[in-house]
């Protein structure tokens, strides 16, 4: 670690068989907490480069502890958060109505390090139960139409970096590769991300595989389409940018989707909204990342994405998938 760790100080970059080893050297135990932390903090400094975030991926998929749900074409909705908007839990939201609209959806979640709440304190407090149990998981999918891939469970490889990460409280490179990990290996994919740079090589990451994509990036800097401008869109096929007018609604204000200072208060917005209760600010926000997640799945314009997730969404099938999941987990 020490020669990699004087290389980067020098502002040299490593190739994606050094990355990959580094993680698995960590995964070990051979590194030190100082090791790692310093490790980190060099990619706080500087831009990742495209060889090392896919030696990164490359790594934790391989010492992932994998599922297979392919017979279920999922699709997971996951932003790499580090955008520091401090919004309500759009994607999980987005989760639940896309599910609820018949699309299943393999959540991949962990709890917030540099958010008030990530998806993992919001699922936790509402009572889901995260498991690494391949049944459990498949009766979630069967039951509810979806399953919360709490990251930590499959992702054992990381636990040395765990505390570290949490002691930091900033966004590291792991912000950045959480979606890129999931455990079941989704078909499809909704990405969120915090920056162009970022989006451009996710785009380049992913069309080396046979994913089916979207990733999308607000303009004004969320890893989600926010409705407060303009969202960047990379997909398969094309490259645009979406307005609000393009689902139909009006621009919003940042305060309309503000997630409130507790983990209790991301909760208590998140059942207000699936109950059919949130503002139209706030629906609209959800149906927008469920309508373009279930526009990826079934190939749709994201205006008639969107109608199917307000649908979802305002006539109680994202509060079904809500409910049948926390009376799966109680059992």
Same mark, same amino acid.
Do not use: W
């Given at each position: $670690?020490?020669?990699?760790?004087?290389?980067?100080?020098?502002?040299?970059?490593?190739?994606?068989?050094?990355?990959?080893?580094?993680?698995?050297?960590?995964?070990?135990?051979?590194?030190?907490?100082?090791?790692?932390?310093?490790?980190?903090?060099?990619?706080?400094?500087?831009?990742?480069?495209?060889?090392?975030?896919e030696g990164f991926r490359d790594a934790l998929l391989e010492l992932c502890l994998a599922v297979d749900f392919s017979e279920y074409n999922t699709i997971d909705l996951c932003g790499t958060g580090g955008d520091g908007k401090n919004t309500f839990n759009i994607s999980t939201l987005s989760s639940f109505v896309t599910a609820g609209a018949g699309i299943h959806v393999t959540k991949h979640?962990?709890?917030?390090?540099?958010?008030?709440?990530?998806?993992?304190?919001?699922?936790?407090?509402?009572?889901?139960?995260?498991?690494?149990?391949?049944?459990?998981?498949?009766?979630?999918?069967?039951?509810?139409?979806?399953?919360?891939?709490?990251?930590?469970?499959?992702?054992?490889?990381?636990?040395?970096?765990?505390?570290?990460?949490?002691?930091?409280?900033?966004?590291?490179?792991?912000?950045?590769?959480?979606?890129?990990?999931?455990?079941?290996?989704?078909?499809?994919?909704?990405?969120?991300?915090?920056?162009?740079?970022?989006?451009? $090589?996710?785009?380049?990451?992913?069309?080396?595989?046979?994913?089916?994509?979207?990733?999308?990036?607000?303009?004004?800097?969320?890893?989600?389409?926010?409705?407060?401008?303009?969202?960047?869109?990379?997909?398969?096929?094309?490259?645009? $940018?979406?307005?609000?007018?393009?689902?139909?609604?009006?621009?919003?204000?940042?305060?309309?989707?503000?997630?409130?200072?507790?983990?209790?208060?991301?909760?208590?917005?998140?059942?207000?909204?699936?109950?059919?209760?949130?503002?139209?600010?706030?629906?609209?926000?959800?149906?927008?990342?469920?309508? $373009?997640?279930?526009?990826?799945?079934?190939?749709?314009?994201?205006?008639?994405?969107?109608?199917?997730?307000?649908?979802?969404?305002?006539?109680?099938?994202?509060?079904?998938?809500?409910?049948?999941?926390?009376?799966?987990?109680?059992?």
């Amino acid at each position: $670690m020490k020669q990699i760790l004087n290389r980067l100080i020098n502002h040299e970059t490593i190739s994606k068989e050094e990355a990959k080893n580094v993680l698995v050297n960590i995964s070990k135990g051979d590194y030190n907490p100082s090791q790692i932390a310093s490790f980190l903090t060099v990619y706080m400094m500087r831009s990742i480069t495209v060889e090392e975030l896919e030696g990164f991926r490359d790594a934790l998929l391989e010492l992932c502890l994998a599922v297979d749900f392919s017979e279920y074409n999922t699709i997971d909705l996951c932003g790499t958060g580090g955008d520091g908007k401090n919004t309500f839990n759009i994607s999980t939201l987005s989760s639940f109505v896309t599910a609820g609209a018949g699309i299943h959806v393999t959540k991949h979640g962990n709890y917030g390090v540099s958010s008030v709440s990530g998806s993992s304190n919001v699922m936790e407090f509402l009572g889901i139960k995260f498991s690494n149990d391949v049944d459990f998981l498949r009766k979630c999918l069967d039951t509810a139409g979806i399953c919360v891939l709490h990251a930590p469970l499959f992702h054992p490889a990381m636990k040395n970096v765990a505390p570290i990460r949490k002691a930091l409280g900033v966004k590291t490179f792991f912000n950045m590769l959480g979606p890129m990990v999931n455990p079941s290996f989704p078909k499809n994919q909704l990405v969120g991300v915090f920056n162009l740079e970022l989006a451009r $090589m996710y785009s380049y990451l992913y069309q080396k595989s046979d994913k089916n994509f979207a990733i999308l990036h607000a303009i004004d800097g969320y890893d989600e389409i926010s409705l407060t401008g303009n969202t960047k869109i990379l997909s398969n096929h094309s490259e645009n $940018m979406l307005s609000p007018e393009d689902f139909g609604v009006g621009k919003i204000q940042q305060t309309d989707i503000f997630g409130g200072n507790t983990v209790e208060d991301s909760a208590n917005i998140f059942i207000k909204i699936i109950s059919g209760q949130g503002t139209d600010a706030q629906n609209n926000v959800v149906s927008a990342n469920a309508g $373009m997640a279930i526009a990826t799945v079934k190939n749709l314009t994201p205006k008639e994405g969107f109608e199917l997730a307000k649908e979802s969404l305002l006539i109680g099938k994202g509060l079904e998938v809500l409910n049948r999941l926390q009376f799966i987990s109680d059992k």
